[in-house]
Structures are given as C-alpha cells and as structure tokens.
C-alpha cells in the first residue's frame, strides 16, 4: 500500500557522495525527510527519496558539503508527461474509455435461467418477438413490462424475475412442476356415460346416476351407460321430475382392438462417405464470420460446434467461436430383411402396448402376424383387452319432461 | 549524565523510561532485522557496523551485509546479519 502511495507520488533513486554523507542523513530525518533503502558501496550512498522531499534536499547539501545525483526515477509523475508526449496513444486512450462507457449503455448478453419445458430457442423467439435482444440500449427496455409479458405468453411460469447487472440481462424463471388443469367447467345440467366401443361390461361401479346396462351385458358404440338424470316420483310411482347429476361410474368392457402397421420393403438411408470438412468461424451477435468456402459436397449435412470463450462471457461480449462439420454422405436405398422389419415392427407394436397400459388397458390376449402386402409389411395385432370406458355427454335438457312429470 | 534523582522519580511513577528519560529503544527480531527509537543521528554507516548517537549514549551494530531499509526522524530499520549490539 505504501509502495503504490510511493509510485503515485514518485520518488528517487540518489546517490550522495562527499565529507560527510552521514550528517546529510542526519540533517534530512531532522527536517522529517523520509529516506530508505539506504546502501553503501564503496564510499557512496546510493537511497530512495521522495520527489517532494528532493527540492528540499539543496540546503542540506550544501551545508554538508556533499553532492547528490539522480541515479534513476519512478512513479507517475515521470511516467504520465511521457505518455502525453505520445498522441496517438492517448488518443487511442481516450477512444477505448470513450467506446467502453459507450457500450455500457447497451444489453450485451441475455442469460435465462430456470427453463425447464421451455426452451431456449422458443424463448429467444419470445424475446425477440417482445423487442429484447443483444444489442439494444438499456433505456428502451421495459423490465416490469418485460416481466408481465413473460408470465402472459408462458402459462406455466409462475415466477419470474429479469435484471440487469451490468450489461447483462438475467432472467430467472420458475416453471409450474405440476401439470396445468384445464378447469372443469362447472355446468348446470347433467351428463351421461357414453359407449366409446363395442363390447362386454366386465364390472362396474358407479358412483353417480342410473346404471343403465349390467354386468355381462355386450354394448354397442354409443350406448348410454350410466344415466345423469335421475327420476324422482311421486306417490303413485309416476315421474315427478329429473334431477340432473354429473354420471360417475368405473366400468370396464372387455372388447377387442387392432393395430395395424406398415413398412415398406425399401428405405432410403443416409450412407455418410466418410469425407469431411471443417470450417471454422467467428460469431460477432448474429453476423457469423468465416473463410469464404464453395459448396462442400454436393449431398451433405452439417454438425455445428460453438462455445463462447470463459473471457468473453464473463465480460459479456456476444462472440462465439466455433467449427462447422461438413459430412458428405449418399441416400442409399435400403430393402429390410425379415428380422430387421420382424424387430422394427415389433418395437412399432410394442410402443403402441405400452401406451395402451399407460391409459390403464390390461390385455388379456393378444394374437399378432406379420404379413406382406402389395410392396410392403404389414404387421396385424388383435387384442382382447379389459379397458375403463365411459365419456361424458352432456343432456341435452329434456324440459318438458320434467314440466310433464310435474304436472300429472 | 544521568541524574540519580530524575531516574528515581520517573521510577517511583512508573513511566517509561524511552519517553521521560530519553533511552535509546532498540527491538531486535533474531539476527536479521532491528528496529531503533529515540536516537539522534547517525555517527557512521558501512556495510559492517552502523554507529547511532542517543541522548545518553550510543550504540554500535556490528555484522555483515548491513543496510538502513529506512531512517526517519522517529525511527530506523537496520536489516543484515547483525553479530553484535554494543553500548558506548
């Protein structure tokens, strides 16, 4: 600390020669003049002094009768009229902090944390859409409204919060983790319990409405299961009116499903060459510099690699460097042999098994071949499955009924 | 020079002895470095032996490769091998 005090101020290398250099010493820490580093070699003393002190030194000098010589100078006053004399230099000073201040009025980097189900890209497109990107002065950018903006389009942000620190744009969201409920509207007349296929009731618990078929009973599409109105009657047994109620019930119906699927013979693959070339890039923002290069191939894709550098992220420059993978390769047409279309459409049928028991379908028997037909496999699954039925359907509200009820 | 009765008197109130009486302070951390108060100058500087005037005495650092780091109005640091601290 009192070195760089020292160097700010600037000091002295001196070398004191003469009668008697030991009363000069004297004589300075008399007049409270700091000297250090004192050495002797051969007869002299060579010591450190500050600037400030040094006008002060003449008397003392001349009443020792000793002679003092500069050996060499430090610190800022020496250093800074050496770097004025130089124009260039301060005027490339002054630009740099000229542009550096320039620059801190802008947004240099957009950070987004906490994204889950949304991705980068889809929010990029978002900030875009909302006026945000790398670039824009800090002025113009709305942060409240950027915030309310975000929880808007986003249904399942909860949270979010947007700063700024320094040039930095930082966005922290918290995504909803439960699923979003489409709420159930509440309607005012009742629904019934619908067939979706054809089959046999296996059992049946209902919770709400009038059972309108039983167990072991085959029903067709569209059957009226569990019934939502419910009678209400008078003395004599006849209809007084209908009280409408949700139908709940759980019924399972032992029905039959198939699944086709098919492959053709042939397929066209892409067969790489093993031919590739790279090319490198620099990317300022979005303007992407590189070598100019011809078309590569003239059937390729194209594998991109980009990092940002820790330097530049850090100081949040938008600068990326990366290489760009040319891969050459051929559509070569391909034809399946038994057990590749075998494996495939197994996985096929497999894929739609598991999501049949995600819905909470039990299969009881199942019975699949595969064929071929007309240039291609077809692969044919029959299914004896025990599946939970029932969709509501609203009643279309039957008014004179109730009115007819009434009144007999 | 030393007066009996000054000595006596700033004994019996216990203060110290460095500020009333002028003593040289001298604080010595191994061999290698010292640290001296309440001198009046320097009477010769080598390389080999340092000599200070106090107010009642002096006192002569002997050794090796000795240098003043600093020297003030108030205190110096003598850094070197110091072999031998002798009052005259």
Known sequence: ?408 | MKSPRKEAFVDSLQLPKDVCMGALRVTLTGNGEAWIENYKGILEYTGQVILLQGKTCQVCFEGSRLSIDYYTNEDMKISGCIQSVRFL
């Open chain 1, 1 to 408: 600390m009192i070195g760089i005090l020292q160097y700010c101020r600037g000091y002295l290398r001196i070398r004191v020669r003469g009668f008697s250099p030991e009363r000069f010493m004297n004589l300075c820490s008399n007049r409270d003049i700091l000297l250090w580093n004192i050495t002797r070699e051969d007869g002299v003393y060579d010591m450190n002094i500050s600037l400030r002190s040094f006008y002060k030194l003449r008397p003392i000098a001349r009443k020792t009768g000793t002679r003092v010589a500069i050996l060499e100078r430090y610190g800022l006053p020496f250093l800074v009229p050496q770097l004025l004399r130089r124009k260039m230099f301060c005027a490339g000073l002054f630009l740099a902090l000229g542009f550096w201040i320039w620059s801190s009025f802008y947004v240099w980097d957009i950070e987004l944390t906490g994204n889950y189900q949304i991705t980068e890209d889809i929010f990029e497109d978002f900030l875009e859409e909302a006026g945000v990107h790398v670039g824009m002065p800090k002025e113009d950018l709305d942060i409240g409204t950027l915030e309310k903006e975000i929880r808007r389009t986003f249904k399942q942000v909860t949270w979010t919060s947007a700063r700024l620190s320094g040039t930095r744009l930082r966005i922290e969201i918290k995504e909803n983790d439960a699923p979003i409920l489409t709420e159930e509207q509440k309607k005012d007349g009742g629904s019934d319990l619908v067939a979706e296929y054809d089959g046999t009731i296996e059992s049946m618990i209902v919770r709400n409405g009038v059972p309108k078929v039983s167990i072991g009973e085959s029903v067709e599409k569209g059957t009226v299961l569990v019934e939502g109105s419910i009678p209400v009657y008078n003395d004599d047994a006849t209809v007084k009116e209908y009280q409408y109620v949700r139908a709940d019930a759980d019924i399972m119906l032992l029905h039959e499903r198939t699944y086709t699927a098919r492959l053709p013979y042939s397929h066209i693959q892409k067969e790489y060459t093993g031919r590739t070339r790279t090319q490198r890039f620099l990317r300022f923002g979005n303007r992407e510099i590189r070598l100019p290069q011809e078309r590569p191939f003239l059937v390729y894709d194209t594998v991109v690699r980009e990092s940002r550098p820790q330097f530049f992220e850090m100081l949040s420059i938008p600068v990326w460097i990366g290489r760009k993978t040319h891969r050459e390769y051929l559509d070569v047409e391909y034809e399946y042999t038994l057990d590749e279309a075998e494996s495939l459409l197994n996985e096929k049928i497999m894929t739609f098994l598991i999501s049949l028991e995600e819905k909470g379908v039990q299969i009881i028997e199942k019975n699949v071949k595969i064929d071929t037909n007309g240039g291609t496999w077809v692969i044919t699954g029959n299914f004896q499955v025990r599946e939970p039925i029932g969709v509501s359907v609203d009643i279309r509200p039957p008014k004179d009924m109730g009115e007819t009820g009434s009144d007999e």
